[in-house]
């Protein structure tokens, strides 16, 4: 099943007047329950491509169909509500709020999408516990290493069950044990629970894990390889 | 909401230095603006105070004409009869007959123009405070005949002292000039020297019978229960005595009074306004630096789905727990500086020429109501409302994708 189709998919930013094609049409479908990753050189893209995927930012042409919907024409409020809705995303950088809890951070999505309060705290602790944070739930991110955020922040992301998980670099800033502890949470999220992922990628462990690796050079897509792994 | 007031407070305290001054700023604020408000009240208060309680009172009913040209044949021909239309307002709380005229004094030494009020020693020290004003022997007595009260330091320039004759001469009601000797029962000392050594008090039947104007009296000095109500009861007691007499609040008699009052007070608002300004751009700053620090963080959070409302309610929040912490801090100060100075006061000694002008001593006690306290704290925090709003908008504002590239 389709989940997300991108129909030649156009960025250009502008430096004064002159033109930067970050992406030059790419064209790309992603079924439930994928676990792809994106890689390719800097300045290839692939920050770009996931932010339009994800609604962050404009595209200049092109079709972005999530879920039967096509979300290069949404207004900002309407991107909002999708990516609440539709869209969890880990950061490279974990970027959880400092000065809530680990817990409260989970809680924090459901917060904005109006979760009852004894129904938040269920729903957070039990995620919390799936990527092994039981022990951690009332540190505050300055408390948690960086492997712990980025357990937060995938609780965070998979809390409200998107259809989506975007992942930017997610293990960029972790060291290698840390980043395969966290690849196993998440492949066991894809293979268990069937969540979709996309994560952008430099690192070649990560891209060995996912079941179907995309390669961008200067905007394009120039390997898009299917594996078992 | 519950979740936004605990992150902005507890935003608040990621630089907790940076909030305590801005809080220390409102705070700074809250008792400036306090103190200057309990000042001029206590100023105003303390001078009006004085010379509605010497000799002014809240309300004068005269003859018309009487204000301005304060002879004796002016009068109120039946006191009883306005006596009886005024007596049962509400808002009266003592009324006391007075005659008043223009006259001389007369010691062996010297001789001086004074103002010669007869009152009657019944009535008087529920309108005045002449009797307790008295320092050396007694206050007049309707029984004691040719009894004359006079301040001390008339006394001084008279050469006269307690016990000693003098003689007093006006015009009496033919236009004849009248002379009687009296004898000093009593000095007083007030805070005015010019008040000393210009009003002397004889008993009202003296009065009457020195100007010959036996059963009439110059004025009524009312003292009223609510000086709040004083335009609302003076228009009362007009309506009820008719346009024969003039109804004079103090208001009326000493304009120039009234109008510092309402000088005072504009330039209080001027004051408050330089205050909040000062208030508003420290808010309007430090949201500034808040909001460009967590640049970055408020971008993840609409990335995240965060609503532009939320983000807005989020700064708000913030600005308004600093302004509450600030008005803590301010009212504490404000509570303890002002209860202080309102016990001690604030001595004017080096201004006591100037002061005592005015009929006041040399020590301001200010002193503030709690409905001014009220208007101050909600004044703060609508200013803080206000401030926040533009730096709260442009945090809704925020590129995601420029967020998530800030470092």
Not at chain 1, 163 to 187: V, Y
Not at chain 1, 203 to 215: G, Y
Request: net charge positive.
């Amino acid at each position: 099943m389709c989940l997300l189709e991108i129909k030649n998919l156009k960025k250009i930013y502008y430096q004064g007047k002159i033109e930067i094609p970050a992406l030059r049409g790419i064209n790309l479908k992603i079924e439930k329950g994928e676990f792809t990753a994106i890689a390719g050189p800097s300045g290839s893209g692939k920050t770009t491509l996931l932010n339009i995927i994800s609604g962050l930012d404009n595209p200049t042409d092109g079709k972005i169909i999530l879920n039967e919907k096509n979300i290069s024409k949404m207004k900002e409020s309407e991107l909002s509500k999708m990516r609440l809705d539709k869209i969890g995303f880990i950061f490279q950088s974990y970027n959880l709020i400092p000065v809530l809890t680990a817990l409260e951070n989970v809680e924090f999505i459901m917060l904005l999408k109006n979760y009852d309060a004894k129904i938040r705290k269920e729903k957070a602790l039990k995620v919390l516990k799936e990527v092994g944070l039981e022990n951690y739930v009332n540190q505050r991110p300055l408390d948690l290493s960086g492997g712990q955020q980025q357990r937060v922040a995938i609780a965070r992301a998979i809390v409200t069950e998107p259809s989506i998980i975007i992942a930017d670099e997610p293990t960029a800033n972790l060291d290698s044990d840390t980043a395969t502890g966290l690849l196993k949470t998440m492949k066991d999220l894809n293979q268990e629970k069937g969540v979709t992922f996309i994560f952008s990628t430099h690192d070649k462990m990560v891209m060995e894990k996912a079941n179907r690796l995309i390669i961008l050079r200067d905007g394009l897509i120039s390997e898009d390889n299917h594996k078992e792994v | 909401m519950k979740m936004l007031l605990k992150i902005s407070w507890r935003n608040i305290w990621r630089n907790p230095r940076r909030s305590l001054i801005i809080a220390l700023i409102i705070g700074i604020g809250f008792l400036g603006m306090g103190f200057s408000w309990a000042f001029t009240d206590g100023f105003f208060k303390q001078s009006i105070g004085t010379l509605i309680n010497s000799h002014l009172s809240h309300i004068q009913i005269h003859e018309n004409g009487f204000k301005d040209n304060q002879v004796i044949r002016k009068n109120i021909k039946e006191p009883d009869k306005i006596l009886n239309l005024i007596k049962n307002n509400e808002n009266i709380k003592a009324i006391a007959p007075r005659i008043k005229s223009e006259g001389m004094i007369n010691s062996p030494e010297s001789s001086s123009g004074v103002m010669i009020i007869g009152i009657d020693p019944r009535y008087e020290p529920y309108v005045s405070n002449i009797r307790d004003l008295v320092t050396e022997g007694k206050f007049l007595n309707n029984g004691n005949k040719n009894t004359i009260l006079l301040g001390k330091k008339l006394a001084e320039k008279l050469k006269v002292k307690l016990g000693d004759k003098v003689v007093l001469m006006a015009q009496d009601l033919t236009l004849e000039v009248t002379g009687e000797a009296y004898r000093i029962g009593g000095l007083y000392e007030s805070n005015s020297p010019d008040f000393d050594k210009g009003m002397v008090f004889i008993s009202l039947n003296n009065a009457q019978e020195f100007f010959g104007i036996t059963g009439k009296i110059s004025e009524f000095a009312i003292i009223l229960k609510d000086d709040k109500k004083l335009e609302e009861t003076k228009n009362q007691i007009k309506k009820l005595i008719g346009k024969e007499y003039e109804t004079l609040s103090w208001k009326d008699i000493m304009p120039g009074m009234a109008s510092s009052i309402e000088m005072s007070n504009t330039s209080i608002y001027i004051f408050f306004v330089i205050i909040l300004v000062a208030i508003s751009f420290s808010i309007i700053n430090t949201l500034f630096v808040v909001i460009f620090e967590r640049f970055k963080e408020l971008g993840i959070m609409k990335a995240l789905g965060t609503k532009p409302l939320t983000i807005f309610y989020l700064v708000m929040l913030e600005s308004l727990w600093m302004t509450i912490l600030g008005t803590v801090i301010g009212g504490f100060l404000s509570f303890v500086f002002l209860n202080y100075i309102a016990t001690v006061g604030i001595d004017f000694s080096k201004y006591a020429k100037g002061m005592s002008m005015l009929g006041m001593g040399s020590i301001i006690y200010p002193t503030i109501t709690m409905d001014k306290v009220i208007i101050i704290i909600l004044t703060i925090i609508l200013l803080s409302i206000l401030a926040s709003i533009y730096p709260a908008i442009v945090a809704t504002k925020i590129k995601i994708v420029e967020a998530l590239k800030f470092n």
